[in-house]
């Protein structure tokens, strides 16, 4: 089971939109509708934030959304706010959990 | 409240066996599976594999079958992870999680830091 394929960073300016992607495979992402996000504050415990692709779990906010497109992925936060500066990971289920290598995100 | 509350950072010696564990609380412990997560320094997040508190069957990663052991003691809402021989390329973090059905990890440990150093 290799790790799905992100980009190591990404940015974005206060108020923009920025999109991560995730790419598997047809046995891991394009197979099941089973796809997470995490975001990852140094030092702290990971933060679900999308779960089955699109939902969003109670207390996180609209403006991160969640879809998918055959073997990839994606995460799009929307209103881009200082605090959402973190690493993101995608993750997979298909019957073994795989993560994505991480995606730095700057807000600039 | 719904926490798995971690036990406390481990420095161990190559060759030592280790056990850390995962307790829960708040929740029905045995409806829930939980998974253990792995942080090398500088690194992302690697899932090591996961357990079914109901009937203690763990299920594990290729790249870590073998050389961890997962547990569950579900009379005390307890979650393990266990090494029989530490390694160096042991040393990271360690997190256990909380599955919110067969996908999304929604509740986590504090983190366990394992390091491995003669």
């Known amino acids: 089971q290799s790790a799905l394929t992100q980009p190591p960073s990404a940015s974005g300016s206060p108020g923009q939109s920025v999109t991560i992607s995730c790419t598997g495979t047809?046995?891991?992402?394009?197979?099941?509708?089973?796809v997470s996000w995490y975001q990852h504050h140094p030092g702290k415990a990971p933060k679900l934030m999308i779960y089955?692709?699109?939902k969003r779990p109670s207390g996180v906010p609209d403006r991160f959304s969640g879809s998918k497109s055959g073997n990839t992925a994606s995460l799009t936060v929307s209103g881009l706010q200082a605090e959402d500066e973190a690493d993101y990971y995608c993750?997979?289920?298909?019957?073994?959990?795989?993560f994505g290598g991480g995606t730095k995100l700057t807000v600039l | 409240e719904v926490q798995l509350v971690q036990s406390g950072a481990e420095v161990k010696k190559p060759g030592e066996s280790l056990t850390i564990s995962c307790k829960a609380s708040?929740?029905?412990?045995?409806?829930?599976?939980i998974s253990w997560v792995r942080q090398m320094p500088g690194k992302g997040l690697e899932w090591m594999g996961r357990?079914?508190?109901?009937?203690?069957?763990?299920n594990y990663s290729p790249s870590f079958q073998g050389h961890v052991t997962i547990s569950a003691d579900k009379s005390i809402s307890t979650a393990y992870l266990q090494w029989s021989s530490l390694k160096a390329s042991d040393t990271a973090m360690y997190y256990c999680?909380?599955?919110?059905?067969?996908?999304?990890?929604?509740?986590w440990g504090q983190g366990t830091t394992v390091t491995v150093s003669s």
């Open positions: 999680a909380r599955h919110f059905g067969r996908d999304g990890m929604d509740v």
């Open positions: 708040g929740y029905s412990f045995t409806n829930y599976w």
């Open positions: 357990i079914d508190p109901s009937d203690s069957y763990p």
């Open positions: 047809s046995s891991d992402v394009g197979a099941y509708n089973y």
């Open positions: 089955e692709v699109t």
């Open positions: 993750s997979s289920y298909a019957g073994v959990t795989v």
